[in-house]
Each structure stands twice: as structure tokens, then as C-alpha cells.
């Protein structure tokens, strides 16, 4: 299996963090034939698809068909296992981002000068809190904890740094007798 490059890693980790998978905007910089390369190589090993554009929700043009549409990109689940995504995962996160639509994240270059980006794999802890929280029962910090055997500021710091405000989640908290405070992802 070929392994995506820097590049085409960074362009799906996004994708994979916006609504329906849109792997647009293209990062800073990468324009013209350069994009059109990697985007061409993308589509032709099934990691990207080109379909029609949603003008009217706003969504960003790939290019323009001659007859009055556009495309755009979006990430497949073969791109999504590419970079070691769990497609559920993905669309849990962009199912929960339709239902209250937020902006965009964005981009904020770190002292490196290059982008941050968030990408959500299987099988691992902040994965196994998300999955807590859909839970219709929903999920106390203890039993965060529990699970996946961090402290319980850790347990907080993801749910309001990694989960809220990253990824855009609408986790909401309730006090619940008999379990104390109860988080659960807002549908």
C-alpha cells in the first residue's frame, strides 16, 4: 500500500476534521500545478473524490465544469484508512459538527511555521472518550479515568481543549444524582 506523503497526510487529516470530509481549502501555498498534481495523484489511488459543489451551503470550488457547476474534494474512507483514520470516527466528528454548525478552525501557524492540524485515530484515547460520549448514558470524568487511565485534569483538558474547542464538539455537562457530573456529545 502506498503511504501518502506530508503533504496529502495534511490535506486528509483536515478533511477528516470538517463536515462531510471537505478536503478543501488546500493548504497555504499549494496552488496551481502543484496542486492539481497532488490533488490528480490523490484521486487516481481513490484517497480523494471529486463531486458536485454545494454552492448554496457555501462549500469551497475545486474547479468549475463549463456549464455552470463546480466540484469539490472530499476525503474517502480508503484516505481516511490511508493516514490511519477510522472513517466512524470522522464522520461521529462531522455528523456532530452538522448538527450545530460552527466556522471553520482555523489554521494558526506554530513557532515551526507550520500548520496545526487535528486528526482523530483508531483506537486510541481521545478516540475511546469520544465514543464515552455518545453514549446515551453519556460518561463521568471517574469513568474517563477508568478507561483510559489518565488523571482526571487530563481527562478535562481534553474534553474542553482537544474535543470543544479543536474539533468543534458540542459536549454538553449535566449534573446527574448518584454520578455527579455527566458529559455527553449533543446530537
Request: glycine share 10%; aromatic share 2%.
Amino acid at each position: 500500500m502506498t503511504t501518502p506523503s506530508d503533504t496529502q497526510s495534511l490535506i486528509l487529516s483536515r478533511a477528516a476534521t470538517r463536515p462531510g470530509n471537505l478536503a478543501l481549502p488546500l493548504p497555504e501555498g499549494l496552488v496551481g500545478a502543484a496542486a492539481k498534481m497532488v490533488v490528480g495523484k490523490m484521486i487516481a489511488r481513490g484517497w480523494l473524490e471529486e463531486v458536485e459543489a454545494n454552492l448554496r451551503r457555501g462549500e469551497p470550488m475545486w474547479r468549475e465544469t463549463g456549464d455552470g457547476h463546480g466540484t469539490t474534494l472530499i476525503a474517502t474512507e480508503a484516505g481516511l484508512e490511508a493516514i490511519g483514520i477510522e472513517p466512524l470516527a470522522a464522520s461521529a466528528v462531522a455528523s456532530a459538527r452538522k448538527a450545530k454548525p460552527k466556522p471553520e478552525p482555523v489554521q494558526m501557524p506554530d513557532d515551526t511555521g507550520t500548520a496545526k492540524f487535528v486528526t482523530i485515530r483508531a483506537g486510541t484515547k481521545q478516540a475511546q472518550i469520544i465514543a464515552m460520549l455518545q453514549r446515551p448514558e453519556g460518561a463521568t470524568v471517574a469513568e474517563m479515568v477508568d478507561a483510559t487511565g489518565w488523571l482526571a485534569h487530563t481527562v478535562r483538558g481534553c474534553i474542553s481543549g482537544a474535543l470543544k474547542k479543536k474539533l468543534g464538539l458540542p459536549i454538553a455537562a449535566e449534573k446527574v444524582e448518584g454520578r455527579g457530573t455527566v458529559y455527553r456529545l449533543v446530537k
